[in-house]
């Protein structure tokens, strides 16, 4: 048996407008310009306090106190939390790969920067018949991706080793955190960021479809 690690956003689900969205409208409430939707994947992928830093006008941010940052990104994750399936939708082919995986015999997880409640619950919605091991986002205390605590507490608790497992991602955070954890890492080009940032993170694999995950997970 192997372990396959999936990332959220932009690997298993298409989450941009809703997430792009629910940050304009909170920027928009607060007299902040806001952005193209498109400019958004280049936000997500390392938690929310990130991406609503981000979001702001440049240097905005560091004039703002703790509480009132902490305060934007609870009213932006409170926005998101609640318009968070209007246009998001699962990738074309990826519960059928994920499907075919597990009858493969291979444990399947999530691991995603999304906050955690945020992340079971987008998978209980869009794939309620995978049979995920285990689901989380981050959490308080818990480092978040690239770093390589949650990804090894996750492959203990599926009695896996990093050296049988992949983590499967869209972003070069992803790339980053399977290669901290010792994983094999597999890039997907469908996502927010292509397959040139993949590769320039040196990607052991770059896949172009979904259908290519058994594929690989046979030949592997």
């Not at 075919?100 to 209980?124: E, F, M, R, W, Y």
């Not at 018949?129 to 949650?150: M, N, Q, S, W, Y």
């Not at 597999?186 to 040196?202: D, H, P, S, Y």
């Amino acid at each position: 048996m192997k372990a396959f690690l999936f990332d959220l956003d932009g690997t298993l689900i298409d989450s941009l407008e809703d997430i792009g969205q629910a940050c304009n409208d909170v920027l928009a409430s607060h007299g902040y310009p806001v952005h193209p939707l498109p400019k958004y994947r280049y936000y997500v992928g390392r938690g929310f306090h990130k991406l609503v830093s981000d979001a702001l006008p440049l240097g905005e941010s560091a004039k703002l106190s703790t509480a009132e940052l902490s305060a934007l990104v609870t009213e932006a994750r409170a926005q998101y939390g609640n318009n968070m399936c209007v246009h998001t939708r699962p990738y074309d082919g990826i519960t059928g790969a994920l499907l075919a995986l597990a009858a493969q015999g291979h444990a399947l997880a999530v691991l995603s920067n999304k906050p955690d409640d945020l992340t079971v619950a987008l998978i209980g919605r869009y794939f309620p018949d995978v049979p995920f091991a285990l689901v989380r986002g981050g959490r308080d205390g818990v480092p978040l991706k690239p770093e390589a605590d949650a990804p090894l507490d996750m492959l203990r608790q599926m009695s896996v080793l990093p050296a049988d497992s992949f983590y499967v991602g869209d972003s070069n955070v992803d790339i980053f955190t399977a290669r901290n954890a010792g994983m094999t890492s597999i890039g997907v080009a469908w996502g927010f960021r292509g397959a040139e940032e993949l590769r320039a993170a040196q990607a052991d694999h770059v896949i172009e479809a979904p259908e290519a995950l058994p594929r690989l997970a046979r030949e592997a």
